[in-house]
C-alpha cells in the first residue's frame, strides 16, 4: 500500500476510487504519527474498511486516525511519555530587604561569628581580605597621581589657565576620562605581570590541598534562559555540552531550557526542539523544559522562578546564556573547586568570543582572545574575593543564592526604577554582602559565549545595559553594599558615562576654539603695564600629554602580543607577523568604530535620564550584514550632526578642524562602515588569508566540534510537511506530531461553559478561514493554550482540501 500511495499523485488523484482516496489521506496523516510503521499499515487498513462499510465522507479520515490513535494510547490526547519538568520543590526566594531607595536599604548585613550554619565564618576571608584591601589602596594610587598630574598639565595648555567656564568643564571631563582609562591600563598590567609569572597563591583554582570528591547527593542544574532564539543552535549549544559532560553526567547535572518566549510561533519551536533534544540524550543527561506565563523580571524572574520551583533539589546551579558553550571538563572542575572552597558562592569564567564570521565580531574575538585573558587577570588581582558575576557561564551555590540574592523592586518608575535590569551585578554584591566569595576563574579555559555580529546588533544589547548600569546609581550609597561594588558600579556607570564625558569634551572644545577665533590676541593688559603678555606655546608639552594618554591606550594591546610570545603561542593565531597584521587591523577597527559608540552610548544615556525606557527585544546572534537602507537608518543623525559641526569648525578655526577631522571622518563614513565590518564575506577572506585567528579555529576544542556539527545537523534536518521554520503555529497545528507534542505540554484541562464554548467555536472559524497569517499573537496563543481548541482546529484542517491547506497553512501536503 506505501508503495501505491507513493506513487499516486496529480491528475491520477482525481479518478482515485473513494477507499484509495481516503487511503492516502489516511497514511499521510499516520505517517505524522509516532507509530511503527506495521502499526501505521495496520490502523489505516482497518479504518479504510470501517469507511467502505459505512460510506462516510474521505474527509473524516483525520478524525478517525485521530481518534484511533487515541485509543492505541491510551490518553484523551497525544501526550508525551516524560513530564517536561520534574516535580516542582517549592522554596521561598524573595527580597530580604527593603525596596531600595539609593541612600538606604534595610535588612540585615553579615556580621562576623554569625550562627547561621549556612554563612561562612569570616576569618576564612581574613587574609585574603586584607591582601585586596591593600591592592586596592595602591591602584588608588596609580589612578590618583597621574590623574592629577595630567589634570594640572592639562590646565597649563589652556589660554586662560583654567580660569573661564569652558577650561574649568574641559579639565573635569578631561579628569575623568584620564582615570578611567588609567583604571584600564592598570588593570591590564596587573594581569600581564600574573600571568607572565604564572601563579597566584589567592586563585580560586589553587589546589592547596588535592581538589575535593564531589559528595554523593549533590546535583547541579545547568540552566540555558531562552527568549525568541534560533532553537536549532541553542539546541545544539545544549547536546555539545551535555556530551562533552560524558559519563561524569551520569545523576550529577540535570539540564534546563527556560524560556521567557512570547511569540507563538517561536515557542512552538522550543518545544519541538526540546522534545527531539531530549530524546537524543537519552542516556546522557536529563532535560527539562519551563516556560514561564508571565515574563516578570526578565532573566534574573526566569532564573528566580526556577530556584522558587526547583532550587531544592540541587546543590549548584550553572547559568549559561543562550549561546553559551562550555567543556565537560571545565564544568566538573568548577565544581570540584566549590566542593573544596566551602566559602565560595560564585565562581564566575571568563568566557573567550568565538564562532562568528563577520569582521566585526572576529575583531572582536581577537581581542577578547589576546587581552582579555590579561584583563581578567588583572581584575582577579585587584578585586580577589569581591569580583563580578556577569550573569552567564557562572557556577552559583543554589542555597545562599535563594536566601540572600532575591533583588529588590527600586522606587520610581522606569527606566531609572521599577525592576532592576542588570541583575548580575548587584547579585554578586548581595552575595559578598552575604559572607560568601565570589571569585573569577581567570585562568580556567573551556568557556565561551558568541558576540553580536553587526554594529546594530551591538548598540541595541548596549542600549539594554546602558539602562541597567545606570540604575545601579541608585544602589551607589545603599547599606547594603560592600565599598568594593560601590566602586564597580560606578566603574560599570561610566563605561557609558565615558563616552558622554568624551562627547562634551569634544564640543565643549570646539566651542572654545570658534570662541578664540571670534576674540582678537590682547598683548597689553587693561591695567598699566612695561612688558605685553606674549601667548605661551610649549608643543612639547601637548605632544607629552597626547603620548601618554596614547601609551594608557595602546601599550596594553602590546602587552597582550608579548605575552603570546612569552608562552610561545604565536603559532595558535596563525604566528607573529599574521598576528601582529591582525592586531593591525583589530586598531584600525576598533579606533574607526570608537566615535560612532561614543555618539551612540551619549545618546543612550541622554535618553534615560530623560526617561525613555527601552525594550525587550529578540537578540540578534545570526551573522547578519546590514542593508545599506538599516545602516542608513543607524546612522542618519549622527552623520547630519557630523557634517554640521565639521562645516562649522573648517569655516571657523580650520587649525582645531584638522585637529578633531579622525572623529568627524568615521561618523561621515558610518554607514559604510557598519556595512562593511557586518560582512560576513569579509570576515571569511580575511580568515582565509590567516588574519584574525584564534586559537580556538586553529586547534579548536571538541566541544566546539560537536556545536558546529549538531548545529549542522538540525539545520538540515527535513521540516514537517514542508511548513516554514517561522511558522510555528502552523505546525502545531497541521502537523499531527508537533499537535500532539504541544498537547502534551498542557497541563489544564479546557474550560467548559456556553459563553467560552462560543468563543472557542469563533476563534477556530477565524483560524480556519483567515490562516495564521491571519492571526495575530493573542489568538495563536488562545488556541494552543486550549487544548479543546487546538484539537478542533487540528480536525478541521485535516478536512480541508489539500490545496487549501497549502495555500493557507503553507503545509506542502498531498491528498485528495
Not at 520543590?89 to 540585615?108: I, L
Not at 576563574?441 to 555580529?453: A, F, H, R
Not at 504541544?742 to 484541562?749: E, T
Amino acid at each position: 500500500m506505501t508503495t501505491t500511495v507513493a506513487n499516486t499523485s496529480g491528475a491520477a488523484s482525481k479518478h482515485a476510487s473513494p477507499a484509495e482516496a481516503v487511503s492516502r489521506r489516511l497514511l499521510a496523516y499516520l505517517r505524522r504519527l509516532p507509530m511503527a510503521e506495521e502499526q501505521r499499515l495496520e490502523t489505516a487498513q482497518e479504518l479504510t474498511h470501517a469507511f467502505s462499510a459505512e460510506g462516510n465522507a474521505p474527509e473524516d479520515a483525520a478524525s478517525r486516525a485521530m481518534a484511533a490513535f487515541f485509543r492505541q494510547t491510551g490518553a484523551p490526547g497525544p501526550r508525551q511519555d516524560a513530564c517536561p519538568t520534574p516535580r516542582i520543590q517549592r522554596t521561598p526566594m524573595a527580597p530580604r530587604f527593603g525596596p531600595a531607595t539609593g541612600s538606604h536599604w534595610a535588612g540585615p548585613r553579615f556580621r562576623p561569628g554569625s550562627a547561621c550554619s549556612d554563612i561562612p565564618l569570616e576569618h576564612r576571608h581574613r587574609l585574603w581580605t586584607r591582601v585586596a584591601n591593600r591592592r586596592r589602596l595602591f591602584l588608588a594610587f596609580l589612578i590618583v597621581a597621574p590623574t592629577l598630574a595630567g589634570t594640572l598639565r592639562m590646565r597649563e595648555l589652556f589660554p586662560s589657565q583654567g580660569h573661564t567656564g569652558l577650561e574649568v568643564v574641559l579639565l573635569i571631563a578631561f579628569s575623568f576620562l584620564f582615570a578611567w582609562i588609567s583604571i584600564g591600563f592598570w588593570t591590564a598590567m596587573a594581569g600581564f605581570v600574573l600571568l607572565a609569572r604564572g601563579v597566584d597563591r589567592f586563585a580560586a583554582t589553587t589546589a592547596r590541598e588535592t581538589d575535593a570528591m564531589v559528595r554523593p547527593g549533590v546535583r547541579t542544574a545547568v540552566v540555558f534562559p531562552v527568549y525568541g532564539e534560533d532553537m536549532d543552535r541553542v539546541a545544539a549549544g545544549i547536546e555539545a555540552v551535555a556530551r562533552s559532560l560524558g559519563g561524569a553526567a551520569g545523576g550529577n547535572f540535570d539540564f534546563f531550557i527556560l524560556s521567557d518566549t512570547r511569540d507563538p510561533d517561536a515557542w512552538v519551536e522550543e518545544e519541538r526542539a526540546f522534545a527531539a533534544l531530549r530524546n537524543r540524550l537519552i542516556g546522557v543527561v536529563p532535560v527539562f523544559y519551563r516556560r514561564r506565563r508571565a515574563n516578570i523580571k526578565k532573566k534574573s524572574g526566569n532564573i528566580a522562578d526556577f530556584c522558587r520551583g526547583f532550587g531544592a533539589g540541587y546543590t549548584y546551579m550553572l547559568v549559561m546564556d543562550a549561546d553559551s558553550i562550555m567543556a565537560g571538563e571545565t564544568i566538573n572542575r568548577l565544581v570540584q573547586i566549590m566542593e573544596r572552597r566551602r566559602d565560595v558562592g560564585i565562581l564566575q569564567t571568563i568566557p573567550r568570543l568565538v564562532g562568528k564570521a563577520t569582521l566585526l565580531a572576529r575583531v572582536q574575538q581577537l581581542a577578547s582572545s589576546l587581552y582579555g585573558p590579561m584583563f581578567a587577570a588583572g581584575l582577579h588581582y585587584w578585586l580577589m574575593g569581591n569580583a563580578l558575576y556577569i550573569g552567564h557561564n557562572a557556577l552559583i551555590r543554589l542555597r545562599p543564592f535563594t536566601r540572600y540574592c532575591a533583588l529588590p523592586r527600586l522606587r520610581g518608575s522606569p527606566p531609572l526604577g521599577g525592576e532592576i535590569s542588570s541583575h548580575d551585578f548587584v547579585e554578586s554584591g548581595l552575595m559578598r554582602r552575604a559572607g560568601w566569595g565570589v571569585w573569577m576563574v581567570y585562568d580556567l579555559p573551556g568557556s565561551y559565549e558568541e558576540t553580536p555580529t553587526n554594529v546594530l546588533a551591538e548598540l541595541e544589547r548596549d542600549r539594554r545595559w546602558c539602562k541597567g548600569n545606570l540604575q545601579h546609581l541608585r544602589l551607589v550609597f545603599s547599606s547594603a553594599v560592600f565599598p568594593a561594588y560601590r566602586m564597580l558600579f560606578v566603574n560599570g556607570v561610566m563605561v557609558y558615562g565615558a563616552a558622554l564625558l568624551w562627547f562634551i569634551f569634544l564640543a565643549v572644545s570646539s566651542a572654545e576654539a570658534v570662541y578664540e577665533s571670534f576674540t582678537p590676541l590682547t598683548y597689553f593688559p587693561p591695567t598699566r603695564s612695561l612688558f605685553p603678555n606674549w601667548p605661551i606655546w610649549e608643543p612639547w608639552w601637548a605632544v607629552g600629554l597626547l603620548l601618554t594618554t596614547g601609551g594608557l591606550l595602546f601599550l596594553p594591546k602590546l602587552a597582550g602580543v608579548l605575552l603570546v610570545l612569552l608562552k610561545g603561542r604565536a603559532h595558535l593565531f596563525g604566528g607573529l607577523a599574521k598576528l601582529l597584521v591582525g592586531v593591525g587591523i583589530e586598531i584600525v577597527v576598533s579606533t574607526l568604530l570608537a566615535p560612532v559608540r561614543m555618539l551612540a552610548h551619549s545618546k543612550f544615556l541622554v535618553l534615560t535620564l530623560l526617561g525613555r525606557d527601552t525594550g525587550w527585544g529578540r537578540q540578534v546572534r545570526e551573522d547578519k550584514s546590514l542593508s545599506p537602507g538599516e545602516a542608513v537608518r543607524l546612522h542618519l543623525g549622527g552623520t547630519i550632526l557630523a557634517t554640521l559641526w565639521a562645516m562649522a569648525l573648517y569655516l571657523l578655526n580650520q587649525r582645531f578642524f584638522w585637529w578633531v577631522s579622525p572623529i568627524f571622518l568615521p561618523l561621515l563614513l558610518a554607514a559604510p562602515l557598519s556595512m562593511v565590518t557586518s560582512s560576513p564575506g569579509v570576515g571569511r577572506w580575511l580568515q582565509h588569508l590567516g588574519l584574525l585567528l584564534i586559537p580556538e579555529e586553529v586547534e579548536p576544542p571538541q566541544v566546539l566540534l560537536d556545536l558546529a556539527k549538531h548545529h549542522r545537523a538540525n539545520q538540515e534536518a527535513d521540516r514537517p510537511l514542508g511548513i516554514p521554520r517561522d511558522q510555528g503555529f502552523a505546525l502545531a497545528v497541521v502537523d499531527p506530531a508537533s499537535c500532539g507534542l504541544r498537547l502534551g505540554m498542557i497541563h489544564r484541562p479546557s474550560r467548559t461553559g456556553a459563553d467560552r464554548e462560543a468563543r472557542r467555536e469563533a476563534l477556530v472559524a477565524k483560524a480556519v478561514a483567515l490562516g495564521p497569517l491571519g492571526l495575530d499573537i493573542g489568538d495563536k496563543t488562545k488556541v494552543l493554550d486550549d487544548s479543546a481548541a487546538l484539537i478542533e482546529l487540528h480536525r478541521q484542517i485535516w478536512r480541508l482540501p489539500a490545496k487549501e491547506v497549502r495555500r493557507s497553512w503553507l503545509a506542502q501536503i498531498d491528498w485528495p
